[in-house]
């Protein structure tokens, strides 16, 4: 059964402390990794899709990574607004989603 | 750019009560997804529409019917609510024509079921 597993479930940093969020999947055959960032009280906002291993993708202080097993959401000097929860997923039949459970980042000034 | 449109935002149901979650998109996708979100249990598949005419079952689609209307709208329906079916609806859309794009949401249906 296809897994996406995500770790930690939370994190708290200062602002300006770098750190990485993992998710690490099981399908082989892998049509695509994505990211997406979710408020308190909004929907899911995507944020990268990475097809495959070697690639990465940037914007503003977040890059992902790809590797065979996982992916890695790195998040550079973090601000409070970077705050939110993160979700990777990759796809099932017929394209919907198979999320992870999500970690929560919180940023402290 | 409205995107993906869902109402209600929030609704309390009695158990056995019924009603009807609406999602439209104004973005020509093909494909729409209705998912519940539940406390560490994550985002998970209810019911896709993969074209207009075609709806398939997700992960948990027991208690829930669904109808794509047309292009633009697909519903989700609770015939006789449950307890366990408090939880947070998100209706999501794409074009798997172009494998680039990803799923778009909307912002949700907050449902709590006495």
């Known amino acids: 059964e296809d897994q996406v597993t995500q770790s930690p479930e939370a994190l708290r940093l200062q602002e300006g402390e770098s750190s990485s969020l993992n998710c690490s999947y099981t399908v082989s055959g892998l049509r695509g990794l994505f990211w997406y960032r979710q408020d308190p009280g909004k929907g899911p906002e995507f944020l990268f899709t990475l097809y495959s291993a070697g690639e990465e993708k940037e914007k503003e202080r977040l890059k992902a990574t790809l590797t065979k097993k996982e992916s890695f959401l790195h998040i550079t000097a973090p601000k409070p607004e970077d705050s939110a929860t993160y979700l990777c997923a990759d796809p099932l039949p017929g394209y919907a989603l198979n999320f992870g459970k999500g970690t929560s980042l919180l940023v402290t000034p | 750019n409205a995107g993906v449109t869902q109402t209600p935002k929030f609704q309390v149901l009695k158990t056995g009560q019924s009603m009807t979650l609406q999602c439209a998109q104004d973005?020509?996708?093909?494909?729409m997804y209705w998912y519940r979100q539940d406390p560490g249990m994550g985002l998970r598949l209810i019911y896709y529409s993969a074209s207009e005419g075609t709806t398939d079952k997700g992960e948990v689609p027991n208690g829930y019917n669904v109808s794509r209307l047309n292009k633009r709208e697909f519903s989700l329906r609770l015939e006789s609510a449950a307890p366990s079916q408090t939880s947070v609806y998100f209706c999501a859309s794409s074009d798997p024509d172009r494998s680039d794009q990803p799923q778009h949401f909307g912002d949700g249906t907050r449902l709590s079921i006495l």
């Open positions: 973005m020509n996708h093909n494909s």
